[in-house]
Nanobody
């Protein structure tokens, strides 16, 4: 059974940083592209960042480019999202997701975590 478990969310002031982690189990982690999505209240879930199975390619939404960094450690079955210069509009529940082979910016991922709340105060 596949599990994706996010951690690292919390409350931070604008301009601050957080590092999210997503630990994966029950799948061949190195065969999966990984993505981070977020959903704010009353809004649709949106793509934030993605990373290829090897870690060699990364992708970002325009809203986080230059502030967020996605990375992965295939030896530890974990993907990370380093979030710097946080803004109140980054407030959302953040989800990690796994997809066989390739990153896509849409929601067609095979597995999802339960989410972790990130709140940025002004």
């Amino acid at each position: 059974q596949v599990h994706l478990v996010e951690s690292g969310g919390g409350l931070v002031q604008a301009g601050g940083s957080l590092r999210l982690s997503c630990a994966a189990s029950g799948l061949t982690f190195g065969s999966y592209a990984m993505g981070w999505f977020r959903q704010a209240p009353g809004k649709e879930r949106e793509f934030v960042a993605g990373i290829s199975w090897s870690g060699g390619s990364t992708y970002y939404s325009d809203s986080v480019k230059g502030r967020f960094t996605i990375s992965r450690d295939n030896a530890k079955n974990t993907v990370f999202l380093q979030m710097n210069s946080l803004k109140p509009e980054d407030t959302a529940v953040y989800y990690c997701a796994a997809r066989r082979l390739t990153v896509v910016t849409g929601p067609k991922y095979d597995y999802w975590g339960q989410g972790t709340q990130v709140t940025v105060s002004s």
